[in-house]
């Protein structure tokens, strides 16, 4: 078992910069590949970005590439996402969420953390 649990959601104006965290317990965090994935009202949760289980490599949907970077320290159990130039569709749910595989996390999820809200305004 893994638990997840996200931090660092709030208000923000667009154009700003949030930073979210999630920390995990149980099992080895190492040994896990992490992403973030967001649910906005009315819609499907969608898959933001992913990190293989170093670190090494990263994936990201088209709609946050080059604004978002999702990463990670092993030593302290936790995933981030530094998200900057923050726009009004960027709200939403936040999900951190842990799997076998980077490439296929989009697809196959064993643990979710509860979620951060994040709220860009115009």
Partial sequence: Q?????????LVQAGGSLRLSCSASGRTFSSYAMGWFRQAPVKEREFVAAINRSGGNTYYSDSVKGRFTISRDNAKNTLYLQM???????TAVYYCAAGPLATTLRHRVDYWGQGTQVTVSS
């Fill in 84 to 90: 900057n130039s923050l726009k009004p569709e960027d």
């Fill in 2 to 10: 893994v638990q997840l649990v996200e931090s660092g959601g709030g």
